[in-house]
């Protein structure tokens, strides 16, 4: 009697420590994690500041030569002053498309939001699918918005949680099928839902897809921890992350964030937009 309780003294101190273990193991992944997006978002600002300069000369530019068109109408035929306000109006919507993502990659990486703030949960998904744009530039993408009132986090956080969801969704479709993302309100939560027509997952994978180091990729392509910082990250924040999966049918992620008191009501006005990003949009 005293050697099996000796037995099960020590199993339970050995699966005490192999917790232990696991949940250091992750303290210090998410610590490698958080550094890396600081210096990422360093690095994101002084390129962006460096993007800027040449895109005020350009910009200002094509303002200058618009006036000069415009000022030489009379000897300027009207074939060749449409040819001109439409090459120009290319060249002006491509420099708004890299103002566009300019500010995007400052807004997401900023290193000054990691302390809590009110953020717009829109604006935090809209921010992580332009950043995705080069993995979901194939795939045809569905957004369907409620208007949300602001909630109190760490909106450089949630971003990481977004933008790990649809790089998911977009590795398991393959490059080929429909994004959806959806936000809307449930009570006094905040809801987002990311769902994909990929591959699916069985119900043993999808017991084990929070768990740290836990991976279907082959190996060198995978970590595992995505998904457990991801789930730590919406656990610290009060809320709730959940999946639902059938292989061959597609997965959908949703994630319930609390919504603060100090939150305005919002409406029940839902926006929905269908966009297929081609490859010169992206």
Not at 108 to 118: A, G, I, K, Q
Request: charged share 20%; net charge negative.
């Amino acid at each position: 009697d005293a050697n099996v309780n000796l037995e099960g003294v020590v199993a339970e101190r050995t699966q005490d420590l192999s917790q232990a273990l696991d949940d250091l193991r992750l303290q210090q992944a998410q610590l490698i994690q958080s550094e890396k997006m600081a210096s990422l978002g360093q690095m994101v600002a002084g390129v962006a500041h460096e993007i800027n300069t040449p895109l005020g000369y350009a910009n200002s530019n094509v303002s200058i030569v618009r006036e000069l068109v415009a000022s030489m109408e009379e000897q300027i035929d009207g074939e060749s002053r449409e040819e001109f306000d439409m090459l120009l109006g290319d060249a002006q919507y491509g420099l708004e498309q890299i103002a566009e993502l300019v500010m995007s990659l400052k807004n997401f990486s900023r290193v000054d939001r990691s302390h809590t703030e009110l953020f717009d949960l829109n604006d935090g998904v809209e921010t992580s699918l332009k950043i995705c744009q080069n993995q979901i530039k194939d795939l045809v993408v569905e957004k369907q918005f409620a208007e949300l009132p602001d909630i109190s986090c760490a909106p450089s956080q949630l971003n990481q949680v977004f933008l790990n969801l649809i790089n998911n969704a977009a590795q398991a479709m393959g490059g080929q099928g429909t994004l959806t993302v959806t936000t809307e309100r449930d009570g006094d939560n905040a809801v987002v839902k990311v769902r994909d027509t990929g591959c699916g997952m069985d119900a043993d994978t999808v017991a084990h897809i929070f768990e740290p180091f836990f991976t279907t990729k082959p190996v060198g392509e995978g970590t595992g921890l995505g998904l457990s910082i991801v789930f730590r990250i919406i656990e610290d924040h009060g809320g709730q992350i959940t999946v639902e999966s059938q292989p061959g049918e597609g997965t959908e992620f949703r994630v319930s964030l609390p919504i603060s008191a100090a939150s305005q009501p919002a409406g029940d006005v839902v926006t929905e937009e269908s966009v297929i990003l081609s490859e010169s949009e992206a």
